[in-house]
């Protein structure tokens, strides 16, 4: 080092300052995501190992200190409860099958309808776009509310159906299952169309031309060009809506029935009615793996064969 | 395509005890297994405005960085005015910068973009503002001072980006394509206007470009680079008139290349028996090889002459037939086929204006350059 | 093909109606006179006096703001500092992992975040007594972890937008790397800080289901209270808050639509 002309060794030592900032400017969030997000999963897996008791927290320590010995019992009886009782298996695929069907719901309005936007004159497509954006940026609880307005057995559809006289006794929508999905389409509808809009404004139209001109009518040339082009949007569309009704919590508790059965509501329950912390959190723990998991593990190779295509 | 600047004090590189403002010892950059610039060393002088030139990926914006301080050298030397610039950040150089996209602040005025450099030195607020607009009076852009980027054009773009790299008076001036976002008619206006603001500042400048016309334009000397390596470093007229293999004939402008071998090597003269012209080619000078060596001759096509008729005495001859005509207005240039099958281009300046070309598709010519025209290429 | 094919219209209309018109009852029946909020009973401004006198209410608005406040600022600051890392720096050992830390909240079901959150804040009081019972600072905490990940994603996109050359020219006038942050790195990506602000605000404001994990009896927020009182029926002060909601809502978007599209202008001239 003491060869070295002065300027370069400053250099050096503005170098490993500067390496030390580094490492400030990375811990700032690193440190912050461990102890708010992923120790906190570690804590979880650790109380669904423990069983219920009346105290506080109301769940038995699994490390004991006892006769100079640590003693670990770890129990494993919540996972087995989960299996045993029908309910949360129901509940698993239940909240499966309610958002695999709203996504379509969802796909089947929000595609025509992202295409008549990407299609429409500049100006008129952002008004269209904002429309599409602004109940986003509105309570989404209070849109959910607006449904039972709507839906109740004196509510404003059956209201009007039977002030038309197509109906003479009331449907029954609210508290069923119905009313979630259409809780759930309404409310994640601007997650769908965005995205496919971002795809579709994109689609050069010389391609749709190049389709007609070789001969292929208007429906033709949407399902073998328009749609496969739009691929990619339609995948990151029925992610945005699919990932945040799988874990839903309000929408079934509001517009559901007692036999609509989402492992959000199952978890919530648990945990504030039941105030079972240990059953809550193996439902987590099983949840993460059964559904979270995969979920990311899809994104990543979605984002992954993206990035390989550009 | 002159040496635009005067070369009465100026020819450095032809003074062996000139010492070079600018050294570049042995410099190889690798990125992972990927070299991209390898073993290459320069002497830089003091006003010069030296173009390192280049197809895309050849290395050349690399070495540029490399000067700037953005990327380190994996092994070799960099030298600037006697400083080793070894552990030197940018901020620390004695280097300014204009970046191919002018990289101008799109949150600052043309102002502040200018006087950023100053601020940084800490200069007072009075020379600052002397500076700035000395600067934009330079480079004709008084009034524009208060604009954003996004309300200038192009031109002027480029002009301010000009400005904030020379604001500071570097030692080096660092330019990445300057002229390239530019369209054809402003380039060639502001090419000139570039040498006369390196001119009444005597910065030393290195230009990057894979534009010929421009390096031809711009420099005092250029350096022709390809895959990581210098092939060739000389003034345009050395470039042009005298490549060295045949990358840098076929690169700068437009060549005929005949293949042959050496069939007598004088002492002032070489003939090259080439199989592809048909024809005992001769070439006015010497080279060091031995008789039956694979070589080649570089022949210009504006230097080849076509006739119908005879074309007295020039030391080579062929016929052939012409293929294509493209008239470019200012000249025509013709492909010909030779009886053996190989083609041929001939650019003849358009002398006279006529409706009607003299020359036709499938007209026999008589074509020949004379001795001086044609450069033999070893590599 | 310009022309649209009537099928999209159709859809294009039953869609924006469906969207639409659930809002638009909220707000025509919060001025019903009626304590049934679907029967018209004439028109009145009643519930939104009603609305004023509800400390309840109140409160619990006053508690949201500052909450969302606090933590869109934080997430701003932390989503930024994620983002510069994971774009900016070459390789370091823990990239992959911030980088999943980061990404994850937005695919993780909020039961599992709050849950997570409120067992990792009793864990942690009973080891070393902080943060000392739950309330409006353990919602500022869970709210701006995942509402760092939602502005990460727009700081992000930004960032890999973003020429580097200016920032490269900056370090080349002189300027070292922490000032080049501050002078050129932050004003560039200053609209995409913005946008990550509002949404992190919004998703704040907005969110029960974590709120109602992490806080303590002292402190509701304004959805917790909202669904207690829509979980017992429909009840018209609700409607009219929801259109007060709505209408700030709207006059917000059509400001920054405005704002948007005029500096759009300014920049094409």
Known sequence: MSSLPLGSRIGALLGRMGLKGRVLVIAIPTVWLLIFFLIPFLVVAKISFSVAAIARPPYLPIVEWVDGFFRISLNFGNYLFLLEDPLYVAAYLGSVKIAGVSTLIALLIGYPMAYLIARSEPDRRNLLLMLVVLPFWTSFLLRVYAWIGFLKGNGVINNLLIGIGIIDEPLVMLQTDFAVYVGIVYTYLPFMILPLYANLVKLDEAYLEASADLGARPITTFFTVTLPLSLSGIIAGCMLVFIPAVGEFVIPALLGGPDTLMIGQVLWNEFFSNRDWPIASAVAIVMLFVLVIPIMLLRWAQSASEGENQ | ?379 | MKRKSRFLMIVGILGFTFLYAPILSLVIFSFNESQLVTVWGGFSTKWYGELFRDPQILDAAWVSVRIALASATLSVVIGTVASFVLIRFQRFRSKTLLSMMITAPLVMPEVIIGLSLLLMFVAMEGLIGWPGGRGILTIIIAHSTFGAAYAAVIIQSRLVDMDLSIEEAALDLGARPVRVFFDVTLPVIAPALMSGWLLAFTLSLDDLVIASFVSGPGASTLPMVIFSKVRLGVSPDVNALAAIIIGVASLGIIVAALQVNRSNKMSQS
């Open chain 2, 1 to 379: 395509m002159s040496e635009a600047i005067s070369m009465s004090d100026a020819r450095p590189w032809a003074d062996p005890t000139a010492a070079p403002f600018l050294q570049i010892k042995n410099v190889t950059k690798k990125f992972g297994d990927f070299t991209s610039v390898y073993d290459v060393s320069l002497d830089i002088y003091k006003g010069e405005i030296f173009c390192l030139l280049g197809g895309s990926g050849c290395g050349k914006s690399t070495l540029l960085r490399m000067l700037s301080g953005f990327e380190t050298p994996t092994s070799g030397q960099i030298i600037i005015d006697g400083q080793d610039q070894a552990g030197i950040a940018p901020y620390d150089r004695p280097t300014n910068m204009m970046f191919q996209s002018y990289a101008l602040f799109p949150h600052m005025t043309v102002e502040k973009n200018i006087a950023y450099g100053l601020k940084r030195d800490g200069l007072p607020k009075a020379e600052i503002a002397k500076r700035v607009s000395d600067i934009l009076s330079l480079v004709q852009m008084d009034g524009f001072a208060k604009r954003k980027p996004n309300q200038l054009s192009g031109g002027q773009r480029q002009r301010v980006a000009l400005a904030r790299s020379l604001v500071k008076k570097p030692k080096l001036l660092l330019l990445d394509e300057p002229l390239g976002a530019l369209d054809k008619k402003l380039r060639e206006e502001t090419q000139f206007e570039l040498i006369k603001i390196q001119e009444s500042l005597g910065v030393t400048f290195v230009v990057v470009t894979h534009d010929q016309e421009e390096a031809m334009t711009l420099s005092s000397r250029i350096g022709v680079m390809t895959a990581g390596e210098i092939v060739q470093v000389g003034t345009p007229r050395e470039i042009y008139e005298y490549p060295r293999n045949r990358f840098v004939a076929d690169f700068i402008g437009s060549v005929n290349i005949f293949e042959g071998r050496i069939a007598e090597d004088g002492e002032s003269h070489v003939i090259v028996a080439s199989h592809e012209a048909g024809l005992d080619i001769y070439v006015p000078h010497s080279i060091s090889g031995v008789i039956g060596q694979k070589v080649a001759v570089a022949v210009r096509p504006e230097k080849v002459q076509i006739s119908k008729g005879d074309l007295g005495n020039l030391r080579n001859k062929l016929t052939g037939t012409i293929d294509e005509i493209a008239y470019m207005g200012d000249a025509s240039v013709y492909q010909i086929r030779l009886d053996n099958g190989k083609r041929l281009r001939v650019t003849q300046t358009n002398l006279t204006r006529s409706e009607e070309s003299t020359l036709n598709y499938g007209d026999r010519v008589n074509l020949g350059w004379d001795g001086s025209a044609g450069v033999v290429v070893t590599s």
